[in-house]
């Protein structure tokens, strides 16, 4: 276990105490000598970490305390730039450079011993094609989605059929290699998925659309399952 993996371990362990913990049950549970602990529980006090407690007492972490939010494992940061490498393969532009600038980010900031798990990380993403060119702007759609606006699309069916819709934007649903909108459309007073790339343009409008976004997902989810409703 890295030394950075181990700090992290010892603040979840007392965290989740309610009674001072031993610098013996510590060392036990990380299968580590008594002298690591003592070094590790040095170098949180000196990262000002609120622990009490010395060496035969027990320590304790006072209560309130909230992690640095970039204090992670070395799994929880593979997971991350694997997360943020598959965006960076399969969305629009837009989204696809904040996934670049997200694992940049974190390379910046995590200590060098857990570098090259974000710049040489060992869980790729293998793209099996690519997505058609969106011929709208993706941060609108987000931004849609987002401040629950409603939405008109200029919309070409598979058959070639254009039509003009207005929607309430719930989320975009990524399958294989196809994304999806999904909303309700008020055109066809329904639930419908919209493919990105039959998108011929879109507009955000003013207003926004009644009720709650999680509320409609449920009831999205429900509609599904009771229609046994497939992607298009």
């Known amino acids: 276990m890295r030394r950075t993996e181990r700090l992290f371990q010892i603040i979840q362990i007392l965290r989740a105490s309610r009674h001072p913990v031993t610098g013996r049950a510590l060392a036990d549970e990380l299968e580590v000598s008594l002298r690591t602990l003592y070094r590790d529980m040095a170098e949180l006090m000196a990262q000002r970490v609120p622990i009490t407690g010395e060496a035969g007492t027990g320590y304790v972490l006072e209560q309130g305390y909230d992690m640095p939010p970039l204090m992670l494992t070395a799994d929880e940061l593979e997971a991350a730039a694997l997360g943020a490498a598959w965006v960076a393969a399969q969305s629009d532009p837009s989204l696809a450079r904040a996934a670049r600038d997200l694992v940049s980010k974190l390379a910046e900031v995590i200590p060098d011993e857990l570098r090259p798990i974000v710049l040489d990380a060992g869980s790729v993403p293998v793209p099996v094609g690519r997505f058609e060119a969106d011929q709208y702007n993706g941060a609108e759609l987000r931004r849609a989605i987002r401040e629950r606006k409603r939405l008109e699309l200029a919309y070409e069916d598979r058959s070639g059929q254009a039509s003009q819709r207005v929607i309430w934007p719930l989320m975009i649903a990524y ?30 409008l003013a207003e926004t659309y009644p009720g709650r976004r999680s509320n409609l997902i449920r009831d999205w989810e429900a509609d599904r399952q009771a229609k046994g409703t497939r992607y298009q």
């Open 175 to 204: 399958l294989d290699n196809t994304r999806y909108i999904v909303g309700w459309c008020e055109t066809r007073a329904g639930f419908r998925h919209f493919r990105t790339d039959r998108v011929r343009g879109l507009e955000v």
